[in-house]
């Protein structure tokens, strides 16, 4: 049996570090586990320009205090009214790394997302000519369609028009929890690749009825039924450079989860790593890991891959009620079982 494993030092291609005092008590968790991050716009008011993403960046930073080497990686949230130009400049001078698709009202802090994506060629056409990629929460809106079919339906309705209209636009579909999704973007002849969340790997969608109401077991997109998750599951562990970790960390104090209309969003990041490794363990993938976690993501941005390593053991640990207080305290994910693995080292 592996009991150690060392790997090239991984990156989560999709983070939420939230503002503010949440900012100062989350971002650490994810710092200690990678290198890089794309970083989520959907702020109130979001990051819709250079400017904003530039400010933010500093903020990061700044509640991350000077001894780190995290670097986030902006996105610039899409709107129906953003400019081609602040977008390639932003892309150009490193500010933005991609821009982000909310359909309006998919999600959190989604209101001023896109409400036709047809009506975004000039932002699309010079995303495509500047080779920035476009991340799609890939649900359809419509209140008429089943919770549980809106992302099946997206692929259908909006992204195989999208890309027959935009051969040559490079598309991350963030999140991904079906089986048609995983099998769209393994099989699509364009340059398309998607993040997967730990806990899409292990919850189905049982897991938020189980005895009662999950509110901690709650994100959007919502868990599928088993068979999607074992799609996902063969997805990541698959070696398919088009899949890649992205672990939609999204703290929301714990008050505001457990309510009457309580938040969508899971707080995976203290143990994220732990999570996926649990996954490919049971899957008899730990050779596949290292490509899933600190490969993959980044050939498809075209950023280079870290220097160093990170070592992560089996020793058993246990996931803590919650962290952070007050206005800060969050529920994490797989709160109170225990992990057999951990992360040990970095190098
Ligand atoms: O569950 C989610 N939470 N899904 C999203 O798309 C947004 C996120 C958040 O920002 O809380
Ligand atoms: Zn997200």
């Not at 008050?255 to 649990?278: D, H, M, T």
């Not at 600190?294 to 009620?321: D, I, S």
């Amino acid at each position: 049996m592996t009991d150690r494993l060392t790997i090239r030092r991984p990156d989560d291609w999709h983070v939420h570090l939230r503002d503010g005092a949440m900012l100062h008590a989350v971002a650490p968790h994810t710092a200690r586990q990678f290198a890089r991050a794309i970083i989520m716009p959907n702020l109130t008011p979001p990051v819709t320009d250079a400017a904003t993403a530039r400010a933010y960046r500093d903020r990061i930073m700044a509640a991350l205090g000077e001894d780190t080497d995290f670097q986030p990686l902006m996105t610039c949230y899409l709107t129906d009214h953003s400019a081609p130009d602040d977008i390639v400049g932003g892309h150009a001078e490193g500010v933005f790394t991609a821009c982000k698709l909310y359909p309006a009202h998919a999600t959190t802090n989604s209101a001023h997302g896109v409400t036709d994506i047809r009506a975004m060629t000039g932002v699309l056409e010079a995303m495509q000519r500047a080779g920035i990629p476009l991340l799609i929460h890939g649900e359809v809106t419509d209140r008429s369609i089943d919770i549980f079919d809106r992302e099946a339906v997206f692929i259908e309705r909006v992204l195989i028009p999208l890309i027959r209209d935009y051969p040559g636009l490079r598309i991350v579909m963030e999140h991904i929890t079906t089986a048609e999704a995983a099998a769209f973007v393994t099989e699509a002849d364009h340059p398309i690749a998607a993040t997967i969340t730990p806990q899409h790997l292990i919850l189905n969608r049982n897991a938020i009825f189980d005895g009662g109401l999950r509110p901690h077991a709650y994100c959007l997109p919502v868990a599928k039924r088993e068979a999607h998750r074992l799609a996902v599951r063969r997805a990541a562990v698959s070696g398919s450079p088009r899949f890649f970790l992205g672990t939609d960390t999204a703290p929301h104090v714990v008050g505001a989860k457990e309510s009457g209309c309580g938040c969508a969003g899971i707080f995976n990041a203290p143990f994220a790593l732990e999570a996926y490794l649990r996954v490919f363990d049971e899957e008899g993938a730990l050779d596949r890991f290292e490509g899933f976690a600190a490969e993959h993501g980044a050939r498809f941005y075209g950023l280079p891959l870290n220097e160093g390593t990170v070592t992560l053991e089996r020793v058993a640990q246990q996931v803590p009620a919650s962290t952070g207080e007050g206005a800060t305290e969050v529920v994490p994910f797989m709160a109170g079982e225990t992990l057999a693995w951990r992360l040990a080292t970095d190098t």
